[in-house]
């Protein structure tokens, strides 16, 4: 499945809100709610599927929101029922170790860029506008995109676009790229967009964010920090917890997808007469990925490429 549809169509995402919860009702009613029940919101944002779960939940019930951006507290609800981690959610188990929690109901991640990061100039994750190529959504990251740019090698930069963008030409964009970095820094998005103006393919704009797309999950971790918070969702799931997933590529779909399916998020090779070997720690709960209805994408475009998977804890005893 191509990396087409691509999370940041510009001209769909300049609405002043600061996040338009994607599969609210769907990915909430996933986690079959307890309400005296603990549950986790990985990516806190806008707050929308945090207040969803907290008006399912009685005053006994609790809700740990992670989210690495700064950004977002200024979303955060006046609840007591609300413990809010400033930190990204690859560290999901040892916040709630931290918290003395030791086994959660049910988690949520609803993964990608927040339509805020998108419309703050200043972030750099967006096409429309000149600024610095930063792309952090943790401000107090190392690396920044300019940063990526100056110090990988052209090998290095084509599976960068290969793998996170499916850019067509990314051998020729990367060789490119780490031949202009020799001479001069590529600073601003500006600098990027007029440094490979040459070898764009097809729509500027689509291409333009493919390559973006793959800087901004390369220089955050994404694929990683989605390995992380899978494997340490099977030790913090009770029995019978959930675990959904919102994803918007065909990337994080996969890793999700192999996860449930087999217990890795990488593909797995199987035995041939056995198949695999070990009981995987999840069940799928959909066989396909549930999708936005044609209201929702007509309310809010950005929705079109999400996709929500939901896995069930197993009996521990059964692996």
């Known amino acids: 499945m191509p ?41 806190f944002g806008g707050g929308g599927h945090t207040r969803e ?34 930190h990204n959610f690859r560290h999901l188990s040892r916040f709630l170790r931290l918290h003395k929690v030791s086994e959660v109901d049910g988690i949520l991640a609803d993964l990608g860029v927040s339509s805020h990061q998108f419309n703050e100039p200043t972030r750099g994750f967006s096409i429309r506008f000149d600024a610095p190529l930063d792309m952090r959504m943790d401000k107090g990251g190392e690396k ?16 960068i676009f290969q793998e996170y963008g499916e850019v067509t030409n990314s051998k020729t964009l990367a060789i490119l790229l780490a031949d202009q970095t020799k001479h001069a820094p590529i600073k601003t998005i500006n600098d990027l967009k007029s440094s490979i103006s040459t070898v764009v393919k097809g729509n500027p704009n689509k291409y333009f964010a493919q390559v973006f797309q793959a800087l901004r999950m390369e220089v955050n971790d994404e694929t990683g920090a989605l390995a992380d918070l899978l494997a340490q969702s099977a030790t913090v799931l009770k029995s019978g917890g959930r675990l ?8 994080e779909d ?13 593909d797995v090779v199987s035995d041939p007469i ?25 309310r809010n475009p950005r929705s079109r490429s999400a996709r929500l998977r939901v896995g069930v804890r197993r009996m521990k005893n059964e692996e």
């Open 53 to 86: 779960i907290l008006s399912r939940l009685n005053k006994d019930g609790r809700l740990y929101a992670f989210d690495q951006d700064e950004d977002a507290k200024v979303n955060l609800p006046a609840d007591s029922r609300l413990v809010f981690i400033p």
């Open 254 to 266: 996969r890793l999700v997808k192999n996860f449930f399916r087999q217990g890795s998020p990488t």
């Open 3 to 43: 990396v087409n549809k691509i999370e940041e169509i510009e001209s769909e995402n300049s609405g002043s809100s600061y996040h338009v919860p994607v599969l609210l009702k769907e990915s909430v009613d996933a986690l079959n709610i307890d309400p005296n029940g603990i549950y986790v919101d990985c990516t």
């Open 144 to 159: 920044t995109a300019a940063d990526l740019l100056r110090e990988k090698n052209a090998e290095e930069l084509q599976y």
């Open 274 to 298: 056995y198949g695999i070997k070990t009981l995987p720690p999840f069940e799928a709960f959909n066989k396909k990925p549930i999708e936005p209805s044609k209201e929702e994408i007509n």
């Open 244 to 251: 959904s997933v919102i994803t918007f590529h065909s990337i």
